[in-house]
């Protein structure tokens, strides 16, 4: 005699299929663009930022060493300057974060496993924020110097311009993103060239930045970003071909 025996396996709904891996999400190739586009304005935008703190120069001047007598007066002239300022370190700063966010991206897509991304994320955004509140005082003392009302006293007017002349140049923690651009060179994630410009340019700013001249970290931050960014907006095709 033969026994049939009958087996019933009802679908659980709670049991999770770990045979099935979840699709890849890849970025179309114009999404990949813009935010490299970004991080090429947001350099301009930088460098822009160095140009105009630069010409709001009064309490370098020589006839200030000393002393503070004067120094509000001297800079009602430069409202104009101050206002250009804030407007573009700002700008500036929110096209960072969307390169920041973009390169993130871009990298997690190639390393899953890495920190890569996330030191390069974070290089970039506490970059931003440095730069949000380098100008973060400007309304405080633009309108005053703009309206001539002579509100402002000389001691704070002396710290205000030592404080837009060094806070907005410290680019340290975008150094971090290069060298961890040449991280990634270095496992082939991203073209071998970006890699070497992220170990000269990222190194030199972070090592800048670390240094009692960290004002300087801003000039090459701002190569470092230029050069970034436009590598991976003209440079990084077999990538984008790949994800399309």
């Known amino acids: 005699m033969t026994t049939h025996v009958t087996t019933h396996n009802p679908v659980r709904s709670d049991v999770l299929d770990t045979t099935r891996r979840p699709a ?23 460098a822009a930022t160095i140009v105009t ?35 573009i370190t700002m700008l500036g700063a929110v096209l960072m974060v969307v390169f920041a966010a973009g390169l993130f991206r871009r990298l997690r897509t190639a390393m899953p496993d890495s920190i890569a ?40 007017a002396a710290m ?4 837009i002349g060094t806070i907005p140049w410290l680019w340290v923690l975008a150094g971090l993103a290069g060298l961890a651009l040449h991280s990634a060179a270095r496992q082939g994630a991203v073209p071998r060239w970006i890699g070497r410009v992220g170990l000269v340019l990222g190194g030199l700013t972070v090592l800048l930045g670390v240094s009692p001249l960290e004002y300087m970290s801003g000039v090459t931050g ?20 790949a994800t399309r």
């Open 24 to 46: 890849a999400v890849r970025p179309s190739g114009r999404t990949s663009r813009a935010w490299a586009l970004a991080g090429i304005g947001s350099a301009l935008l930088g």
């Open 53 to 87: 703190s630069s010409m709001v120069d009064t309490v370098y001047l020589e006839k200030y060493q000393g002393t503070t007598t004067g120094i509000a007066a001297d800079l009602q002239d430069k409202a104009p300057v101050m206002f250009v300022f804030h407007s």
């Open 117 to 156: 991304p996330t030191v390069a994320f974070a290089g970039l955004a506490g970059t931003a924020v440095v730069s949000v509140l380098g100008a973060g005082l400007d309304t405080e003392f633009m309108m005053p110097f703009g309206q001539g009302d002579g509100l402002v006293d000389d001691a704070s």
């Open 160 to 163: 205000y311009n030592h404080w």
């Open 222 to 241: 701002v190569l470092w970003l230029l050069a970034t960014a436009v590598g991976f907006t003209l440079g990084d095709r077999r990538y984008r071909t």
